[in-house]
């Protein structure tokens, strides 16, 4: 049986289920995650800070499967760490994440139906993504071959394998599982199961040990990741507000180039983006709040991608950020935050166009955009929504 001892815990000291230790050392690491919302000098108001609160309890759910209920590689299943409803470190509004721990001692097989998602990913990495300092990649793959039925199977190892195969690390390592859906009324998802070669049941019964190795590792989890977000974000402050540019992104996929700006948008105002988007496989536009997560964006209009997007006849996509409906198609809804960030994804595009941002008057946006393709009404605005927040149960996004 494999030991879960990692090597960069924060203890000095194993932790015990012995004493009451264990858990003050766990309301200790919950607590200094206060900081992040009052001490930081940009949460300015009583919205960012509310928002915040939300944040800090988003953290602690996404902290809790990853370590203490599905970290066993022996018996390992795929667990949907990213969600509308669990949000941290730049989610994108189009895709469903998932994760599995791993350990190179094992092969493993990855069996299912390869749906119609418009683009999958997996990629391995070393170590648990409670140490994200240390958390190397080890492989990623995004081609895979399936049967004339759609079946799609995957092998996963140390040594290559015949067929759709991933490499893991030596020791104990991460899976991450993506999948991007453009159109998202249409498009069905991978559905996909991981199983360990030779795994025999039951598994082994739990032991106070492994609770307290699991604790531990939640409470790294609780330490690194909020504070590793947090550095990330400082990157969308570099420029003037309401600029955007292109930049990188240390944790995200490969070949996704990133455009990052801090916005600022009042009741009465409007921001125009305007840029001709380049020959891409895939390029979005969304807001995000001031701790990196997408808010409420199976209910509101908080993203618009390629597939989805309404361009001019000029070929320019235009879309405003506003807090009312601004009757135009490619809205991004600020939903009452008067800040946020905005970030741009190109993936596999040929250039990288930079949008540009032009701050106006509500009341002006009228005269400004008139092309009738870039309007919209109540009604189909209303089934707009309603198909956005079916999709994503659908989507198993939710």
């Given at each position: 049986m494999i030991s879960y001892q990692l090597e960069n815990w924060r203890a000095s000291a194993p932790l015990s289920t012995e004493s009451p230790e264990i858990w003050e050392a766990l309301s200790a690491a919950i607590n200094q995650l206060q900081g992040i919302v009052w001490d930081d000098p940009r949460i300015a108001d009583e919205m960012a800070r509310a928002e915040g609160v939300r944040y800090l309890t988003r953290l602690i759910a996404g902290a809790i499967p990853m370590t203490m209920e599905a970290w066993n590689p022996e018996y390992p299943s795929f667990f949907t760490f990213l969600s509308s409803r669990i949000q941290y470190g730049l989610p994108a509004t189009d895709a469903l994440y998932q994760w599995a721990p791993i350990h190179g001692d094992y092969v493993y097989r990855i069996k299912g139906r390869r749906g119609s998602a418009h683009m999958m990913d997996i990629e391995t990495r070393e170590g648990h993504f409670a140490h994200i300092?240390?958390?190397?990649?080890?492989?990623?793959?995004?081609?895979?071959?399936?049967?004339?039925?759609?079946?799609?199977?995957?092998?996963?190892?140390?040594?290559?394998?015949?067929?759709?195969w991933v490499k893991i690390p030596d020791g104990l390592g991460d899976l991450i599982f993506r999948q991007y859906f453009y159109d998202w009324v249409n498009e069905e998802p991978v559905q996909l199961q991981i199983s360990r070669d030779g795994a025999r049941y039951p598994a082994p019964p739990i032991s106070p040990k492994l609770i307290a190795q699991r604790t531990q590792l939640l409470i790294?989890?609780?330490?690194?990741?909020?504070?590793?977000?947090?550095?990330?974000?400082?990157?969308?402050?570099?420029?003037?507000?309401?600029?955007?540019?292109?930049?990188?992104?240390?944790?995200?996929?490969?070949?996704?180039?990133?455009?990052?700006?801090?916005?600022?948008?009042?009741?009465?105002?409007?921001?125009?983006?305007?840029?001709?988007?380049?020959?891409?496989?895939?390029?979005?536009?969304?807001?995000?709040?001031?701790?990196?997560?997408?808010?409420?964006?199976n209910l509101r209009q908080t993203s618009v991608n390629g597939f989805q997007a309404v361009l001019s006849d000029d070929?320019?996509?235009?879309?405003?950020?506003?807090?009312?409906?601004?009757?135009?198609?490619?809205?991004?809804?600020?939903?009452?935050?008067?800040?946020?960030?905005?970030?741009?994804?190109?993936?596999?595009?040929?250039?990288?166009?930079?949008?540009?941002?032009?701050?106006?008057?509500?009341?002006?946006?009228?005269?400004?955009?008139?092309?009738?393709?870039?309007?919209?009404?109540?009604?189909?605005?209303?089934?707009?929504?309603?198909?956005?927040?079916?999709?994503?149960?659908?989507?198993?996004?939710?």
């Open positions: 300092g240390s958390w190397a990649l080890c492989d990623r793959c995004s081609e895979f071959e399936c049967d004339e039925d759609g079946n799609l199977e995957i092998v996963l190892s140390k040594t290559e394998q015949p067929g759709n790294d989890w609780l330490y690194n990741l909020p504070a590793f977000f947090a550095e990330q974000v400082k990157s969308y402050y570099q420029d003037a507000v309401n600029t955007l540019r292109i930049d990188e992104v240390s944790i995200g996929w490969a070949e996704l180039r990133y455009g990052k700006a801090c916005y600022e948008c009042e009741p009465d105002e409007a921001l125009i983006i305007e840029v001709v988007p380049p020959e891409a496989k895939y390029w979005s536009i969304q807001l995000y709040s001031q701790y990196w997560d997408a808010r409420d964006w070929g320019v996509f235009r879309a405003v950020i506003s807090h009312e409906d601004p009757g135009v198609v490619n809205w991004l809804d600020a939903a009452n935050h008067r800040t946020g960030l905005l970030s741009l994804r190109y993936f596999r595009a040929k250039t990288a166009p930079v949008p540009t941002i032009r701050r106006v008057k509500l009341s002006e946006l009228s005269s400004i955009i008139t092309d009738p393709k870039l309007l919209i009404s109540v009604d189909q605005r209303n089934e707009v929504l309603r198909e956005r927040a079916e999709s994503v149960v659908r989507r198993a996004c939710l």
